[in-house]
T-cell receptor, first 111, second 115 residues
């Protein structure tokens, strides 16, 4: 069993839809949770960074962490075609060190 | 955040040869890391590049295959040695600035194909 599980998709939704991306994990020591966005032929770009449980909002993006269920989510409101990318969850028990990544979900927003 | 430049951006190499990938940052950083992203797969940490000392390798990766240098706080290299087609992958450099709980930021990677 992988430490971090993420549905690889692909996921295709119409423009303006609310998108929900999810990861589950098995290591209860994880405390730092990140979402990265990766465009084709580019490196991962940090979107959200949260510590421990709770919600964090940044513009159209909301990150949610439920440590009791070992489940994290990223919500994208009013999705745009420019949001089309692969979204990677990542987590760590040691701050920014030793990140463990999910497989990534490929998202397409259709105009 | 720091600007991270990787060279080369891509290369095609013959099996049995070695390639050195450079990672240059425009400011001093605390930590530098090297990852591998195989086709259709997620990122796997190869090693943490330590300034002035030997890199710390993750399970499954060894120094003879992936020697790493970090001579200062803004530069690191990863060498992929004695390459085989299984080494075809994207190699990514990442950095953190400030305290150890700061998130990692990535370069755009080196796309390596082995014939």
């Amino acid at each position: 069993q992988k430490e971090v599980e993420q549905d690889p998709g692909p996921l295709s939704v119409p423009e303006g839809a609310i998108v929900s991306l999810n990861c589950t994990y098995s290591n209860s020591a994880f405390q730092y949770f990140m979402w990265y966005r990766q465009y084709s032929r580019k490196g991962p770009e940090l979107l959200m960074y949260t510590y421990s449980s709770g919600n964090k909002e940044d513009g159209r993006f909301t990150a949610q962490v439920d440590k009791s269920s070992k489940y994290i989510s990223l919500f994208i409101r009013d999705s745009q075609p420019s949001d089309s990318a692969t979204y990677l969850c990542a987590m760590s028990s040691q701050g920014a060190q030793k990140l463990v990544f999910g497989q990534g979900t490929r998202l397409t927003i259709n105009p | 955040s720091a600007v991270i430049s990787q060279k080369p951006s891509r290369d095609i190499c013959q099996r049995g040869t070695s390639l050195t990938i450079q990672c240059q940052v425009d400011s001093q950083v605390t930590m530098m890391f090297w990852y591998r992203q195989q086709p259709g797969q997620s990122l796997t940490l190869i090693a943490t590049a330590n300034q002035g000392s030997e890199a710390t390798y993750e399970s499954g990766f060894v120094i003879d295959k992936f020697p790493i240098s970090r001579p200062n706080l803004t530069f690191s290299t990863l060498t992929v040695s004695n390459m085989s087609p299984e080494d075809s992958s994207i190699y990514l450099c990442s950095v953190t600035t400030g305290e150890s709980n700061q998130p990692q930021h990535f370069g755009d990677g080196t796309r390596l194909s082995i014939l």
